[in-house]
């Protein structure tokens, strides 16, 4: 309870009005700037807000931000179709799956869909860049205790570090479009594999051609051209 008063009072001297003859600071410090909706511009928050809905108007803000990127990232791109029959299921761990839809301009990331079989869970890892899911199929376990079923959506901000697992008797397929790194952690913390798109773009080749597919550059022209 003292820890909570605690931070019920951090948060309200952070928001409050200035005394008279102080500058108003328009953007947090300290432990303000270190929360996952990011630094709070109380100029555009606006004065009368509470310090929560400040909190929840920064973490609403920056997640229209990050799409906006992903979005600007794809524009001016020709338009580009991938077949089922074109990309092969890549195996990239015991009960889980990965189909390359689609390399992000300049490497900055990728879009996919994942498959995890029921019982088997994504080890910790940490996300450089944002990452927006979509749930197509089956139910999944995230680490803050929530079910994610069909038509669910989750936002990651760049450096959440989470784990989940498949859960029901089917397998979770999710739609997902990822930016920056996915780094696989270690108990201590370390990093012990990465993915990013480059390494993506060689998996697909690898996984192409074991099933037989002439594996094409995920990137560039409006209609695939096949590489060997």
């Known amino acids: 309870m003292m820890a909570w008063r605690s931070w019920r009072w951090m948060l309200r001297t952070r ?6 003859g102080m500058a108003r600071s328009t953007s947090s410090r300290g432990i303000m700037a270190g929360l996952p909706g990011g630094p709070v511009n109380f100029e555009e928050c606006g004065s009368t ?14 997640q229209e931000t990050d799409m906006l990127k992903t979005m600007a990232l ?7 179709a ?12 015991e009960g889980r799956g990965l189909k390359l839809l689609r390399i992000l301009p300049d490497d900055a990331g990728y879009a996919a869909i994942m498959r995890v079989d ?7 890892h940490r996300h450089t860049g944002a990452v927006h899911a979509y749930n197509l199929k089956g139910s999944r376990r995230i680490h ?3 079910v994610i079923g069909p ?23 999710i739609l997902i479009v990822v930016e920056g790194d996915v780094e696989y952690l270690t108990p201590e913390g370390h990093v012990a594999e990465r993915y990013n798109a480059a390494g993506m773009r060689a998996l697909h080749l690898k996984w192409s051609k074991a099933a037989g597919l002439r594996p094409f550059e995920l990137s560039c022209a409006a209609h695939p051209e096949r590489v060997s």
């Not at 807000?49 to 920056?62: A, D, E, G, Q």
């Not at 029921?118 to 910790?124: C, E, K, N």
């Not at 038509?151 to 397998?171: K, L, M, R, S």
Request: aromatic share 8%; proline share 15%.
């Open 74 to 80: 794809l524009h001016d791109q020709p338009p580009f």
């Open 82 to 93: 991938t077949r089922p029959e074109d990309t092969a299921w890549m195996e990239i761990g």
């Open 144 to 146: 803050t205790g929530d």
């Open 118 to 124: 029921p019982g088997h869970a994504i080890p910790p």
């Open 151 to 173: 038509g669910g959506y989750v936002f990651e901000p760049p450096g959440n570090i989470d784990t989940w697992e498949a859960i029901g008797d089917e397998p979770c397929l």
């Open 49 to 62: 807000s509470s310090p929560l809905s400040c909190l929840s108007w920064s973490r609403k803000k920056r």
């Open 15 to 20: 928001c409050r009005e200035p005394r008279a």
